[in-house]
């Protein structure tokens, strides 16, 4: 009898450890994964994103990785993620206005570049997007993106020969879900961090602005950074710059998530962190240099029901302002983000 | 998990038991419909009707006409349920499945019709639970089970999810392919579409729901509704609704009314 009930609880240990080991597999990676920090840069507040819920890890990096790079991702296999987010571009499209997408199709803007996008509490041109992890989800279903159904996506990475692996080794098992292709894209995405420029180097000390790179930062601190604001040169709020609307495209911007009149033409405000390696400029890229860009401030903004206040009345910027900027804004590139090889196609 | 801890000694019971737990807590995400020891099954069984309850409503094939003459097809039919209820107005004794628990009902998968809970055994006269999902689990990210992506009820150029969506085909749509489609949600205040819909029984009778057996409660859903009272939807007017906000808000006033007890049975 005694036996029997040893066998019986010997069993059930055996049983439960196999059930807990199952759910941390399932739950966080299980023990072979290996994780990643997420460092915040010195001086920068916290994420919005922040990845409690879904745990960085080699595997899932690694994973989210390929699917970028992953043209299968598209109806036709042209248009992976990176199609329109191009690493040398800090993940923008280089010298396209419009992103173009499937079907010789364009989109109806231009496309942003990634880096530091945890930090910010919404996605997109107009903050449709209210959570990373869904993001994707706009890009791939989009019929003038990558116009492809969701099902179909996870039945190719199904039935691939090595995705089912590359699912196991990340999660835990070969089950290829949503969830799962949505953590691992978001675990590499998230994790694109730009904070090594000249600008950063400047402020750690280690490096010192020549003097038209000093005296366009005054100058940008005065007339600039109310919205872009530092350290991510972005106060990711909506604004009215002053950009009339596009009559062929008629994007009217935020209005179309918030439904309010009031939101008419508001765009979200870019970081300006890479900006000379993200032209063309504006949520349509109607701007094909700093300079335009400059210029529509200092000339050519057009005021309406919603302008910003903080440009209604323009923002007067002299050759010489204009010079001085340049020389600071070229400050923010980041030449090791763009070069990183964790980042680059694997 | 089918052993018994019951019959082990009782010495052992409690480390047992401990470890049941444990492994049972760890591994929530995974398990399905929950049930407690005491809770009995109880399933909702949701059908398409057409004309007031009194007709079946079947995809593709048979046209059907609304209150304004204008006559459709129907192509998709679904909408989320959450926190399902059944309470005794007398004793006001009431029991609440878990709210986190999303089940979409969607029509082309008659398995998904079938909602399938667990309830303390007693005598109830009202049925209710709330068409929509909450503010919170719109904005959570990518989630599962119900809530999947994959079933086509989560918009993608703004977060959030469909609460429900009533698809066809009809002369009288302007849109292309003569098509109609409402997709209804919206969680923000002032938008929020999410209805709480209250149900009682045939003719002032409740359901008792007994151990050992499988209550069925018969719930109809009338795609009529969907088009009038209190407010006029016609097809020729707005075929397609997209996005949360005014119109999203009336048709869920219409559809709210949608849904009749139409009987209980003991299986």
Known sequence: ?346 | MNQKPNRLPLKLFVPVLLLCAATFTGCQKDVKNELKGSETNLTIRFTPVVQYDSVRMYFDTTTYTNRWSESFIVKNFKFYIRAIRVTNTTTNQGFEIDVTKYYLVDFRDSASALVKIGVLPGTYNRLSFILGVDSTHNVSGAQTDALDPTHGMFWTWTTGYIFAKLEGTSPSSTAAGNMFMYHVGGFKQGEDANKEIQLFFPYNTGVTVSNGKNTVIDVTADVYDWFGTPHDIKIAQKPTLMTPGAMALQVADNYSKMFTVMGVKIE
């Open chain 1, 1 to 346: 009898m005694t036996v029997k009930w040893t066998i019986l609880i010997v069993l059930f240990l055996i049983t439960g450890a196999v059930l807990v080991q199952a759910c941390k597999k399932s739950g966080d990676g299980g023990a072979q994964t290996k994780p990643i920090s997420f460092d915040i840069p010195a001086g920068w507040p916290a994420p919005h994103y922040n990845f409690s819920g879904n745990p960085l890890t080699q595997q899932g990096f690694e994973l989210g990785r390929k699917l970028f790079y992953d043209g299968r991702l598209s109806k036709d296999g042209n248009f992976p993620c990176a199609s329109c987010h191009q690493q040398f571009a800090a993940f923008s499209t280089f010298d396209h206005p419009l992103s173009h997408g499937f079907g010789d199709q364009f989109t109806t803007r231009n496309a942003p570049g990634l880096y530091n996008i945890a930090w910010q509490p919404q996605t997109h041109w107009d903050g449709g997007i209210t959570n990373l992890e869904v993001q994707p989800l706009a890009p791939l279903t989009a019929p003038n993106e990558m116009a492809e159904d969701l099902n179909n996506v996870l039945n190719k990475l199904r039935a691939d020969a090595s995705y089912p692996a590359l699912f196991k080794a990340a999660f835990g098992d070969e089950n290829v879900t949503s969830q799962r292709m949505l953590w691992a894209l978001t675990q590499f995405v998230g994790t694109m961090i730009s904070a090594d420029s000249k600008y950063d180097r400047v402020k750690k000390g280690s490096a010192s602005f020549t003097p038209d790179e000093q005296t366009g930062y005054m100058l940008f601190q005065s007339k600039c950074s109310s919205c872009h604001t530092e350290p991510l040169f972005t106060d990711n709020s909506f604004r009215n710059t002053g950009i009339p609307v596009d009559p062929t495209i008629k994007d009217y911007g935020r209005m179309r998530i918030t439904r309010l009149p009031a939101d008419s033409l508001k765009f979200k405000v870019p970081s300006l962190r890479n900006v000379a390696v993200t032209a063309p400029y504006g949520h349509d890229g109607r701007f094909l240099s700093m300079s335009q860009v400059m210029e529509h401030y200092n000339s050519g903004v057009e005021n309406g029901p919603t302008t910003d206040p903080l440009v209604k009345n323009k923002i007067p910027l002299s050759i010489n302002d204009k010079f001085y900027l340049l020389a600071f804004l070229r400050t923010l590139t980041d030449s090791t983000f763009i070069k990183d090889s964790r980042f680059s196609q694997p």
